[in-house]
């Protein structure tokens, strides 16, 4: 008596589903890396600079701005709308504020949103327009035209829409 065994039909490798499992692993880790490739080639990172070198010289000169802005008794109050900003700079014993001032908006991860604007004012006052600014932070600085002193200030819009800056040692 001799039995005999079923046939079993043996289905081809491509209709089974654990060789396309194991295939897609390496394929999404393929895919993946692309995706990180051109997103590396596409977009810009502004944040590293070339010279870094000379700008840690710089760092030097610019403190020497922050002390000397302490040492004429600096301090500024800003006022910021969506359509306009609004300086007002006072100098201790009685000195003289410049007839114009240069005000840096700076967003700390987005150059492309900056802004620098020069306003002229009568006795400490300075107010000009300015394109409305995303919320979030903001980087503020004041300097003279010649540039020889600065006053720094951070502000987070919406909240803060009136700020007071007072020079720093650094």
């Known amino acids: 008596m001799s039995a005999t065994l079923p046939r079993k039909s043996i289905e081809p490798w491509y209709k089974q589903g654990w060789p396309w499992f194991l295939i897609a692993l390496p394929a999404t880790a393929v895919i993946a890396g692309f995706i990180t490739l051109w997103l590396a080639v596409s977009t810009w990172d502004g944040l590293v600079v070339d010279d870094y070198y ?3 010289k710089a760092i030097d000169m610019t403190v020497a ?13 800003l006022k910021i709308t969506s359509e306009a900003l609004s300086v007002t700079l006072s100098v201790a014993d009685g000195g003289r504020p410049p007839p114009t001032v240069i ?9 492309g949103h900056d802004q620098v604007v020069l306003l002229k004012g009568v006795d400490g006052v300075f107010s000009g327009p300015i394109e409305p600014l995303s919320a979030g ?3 503020i600085q004041i300097e003279d ?8 200030g951070t502000t987070y819009l ?10 720093t040692d650094s």
């Open 103 to 111: 005000v840096t908006m700076a967003h700390p991860t987005r150059a």
């Open 54 to 56: 000379q700008q840690g």
């Open 145 to 152: 035209e010649s540039r020889t002193w600065r006053l720094n």
């Open 137 to 139: 932070r903001w980087l």
């Open 158 to 167: 919406p909240a803060e829409t009136e700020i007071r800056i007072l020079p």
């Open 65 to 77: 701005r922050s002390l000397r802005a302490r040492d004429l008794g600096l301090a500024a109050r």
